[in-house]
Nanobody, 121 residues
Framework: VQLQASGGGPVHPGDSLRLSCVNS????????LGWFRQAPGQEREFVAT????????IYADSVKGRFTISRDNMRRSVYLQMNNLKPEDTAVYHC???????????????WGRGTLVTVSS
């Protein structure tokens, strides 16, 4: 598994961004996938996870109703649609994959390089 996130950048409060993450190391059909973020000087934080078939999705309370995680197994990808962005969403966003098809925790097996999202006016 080799994950690479993209799609970050500087935006204003209220804007939207769509992050993408592709696995160049093969399929992710049986993997749980997730997005996590780390703000400067803070611990890594759970954002959202999606199980192997997309039927179990979990969001952090801080992003519920604003962010949407989705996956496309044919494209070996996971996405994070972020709407109504706030300054407190500023962080490096990492995608991750777990060997278990139904894992939703913080300690996934495989991690990609992150993409920086900066929300400021």
């Amino acid at each position: 598994v080799q994950l690479q996130a993209s799609g970050g950048g500087p935006v204003h409060p209220g804007d939207s961004l769509r992050l993408s993450c592709v696995n160049s190391g093969g399929t992710v059909d049986r993997n749980s996938l997730g997005w996590f973020r780390q703000a400067p000087g803070q611990e890594r934080e759970f954002v959202a996870t999606i199980n192997w078939n997309g039927e179990t999705i979990i969001y952090a309370d801080s992003v519920k109703g604003r962010f949407t995680i989705s996956r496309d197994n044919m494209r070996r990808s996971v996405y994070l649609q972020m709407n109504n962005l706030k300054p407190e969403d500023t962080a490096v966003y990492h995608c991750a994959a777990d060997s278990s098809p139904n894992y939703s925790g913080l300690y996934m097996d495989y991690w990609g390089r992150g993409t920086l999202v900066t929300v400021s006016s």
